[in-house]
């Protein structure tokens, strides 16, 4: 078993515009929704609801000026290592596509590729193919010569 040296804590990061103004919000937001679960009447969705897009709002609104400070009074560094944790989450693996479908079709279409260049690459002359399959596809003639085996 493995026992680390030192004891690791997890994170809990805090956004650094979530100031008091944001925790009392939530606090509320909080509280509304307790109530809203012991008693689920049209007053208390509604007092919740409201009270969810203000907080809402409110989050938008921080989060903006805490970003337009940073930008406008910064240093270019922090400008600029700013601008790259942003730009750097929106990088993918996958290829850019507009469905799930779309993605599915382009790695059949690869993986079919990628089979059609192994079977051209399959010189047939050095297996004995009856005359009748020898101006079949390779990929036929590759198939027959497996059934053999």
Do not use: W
């Not at 100031?19 to 509280?31: G, I, L």
């Not at 969705?45 to 938008?60: G, I, M, T, V």
């Not at 382009?106 to 059609?116: G, I």
């Amino acid at each position: 078993m493995f026992v680390p040296s030192k004891l690791k804590k997890p994170r809990i990061g805090k956004a650094k515009y979530f100031d008091s103004s944001c925790q009392y919000a939530k606090r509320e937001k909080r509280k509304l929704e307790r109530t809203l679960r012991r008693d689920p009447s049209e007053a208390n969705k509604e007092a919740f609801s409201q009270h969810l897009d203000f907080y809402r709002k409110l989050r938008s609104d921080k989060r903006n000026s805490f970003s337009t400070n940073l930008f406008k009074n910064g240093t270019s560094k922090l400008r600029f290592s700013s601008l790259e944790k942003l730009l750097k989450h929106q990088s993918s693996s996958f290829p850019m596509n507009r469905s799930s479908v779309g993605l599915a079709d382009d790695f059949v279409n690869h993986f079919h590729q990628k089979v059609r260049n192994v079977i051209e690459s399959i010189d047939v002359s050095e297996f004995s193919v009856p005359t009748v399959y020898k101006e079949a596809e390779p990929g036929v003639i590759l198939l027959l010569l497996m059934k053999k085996q």
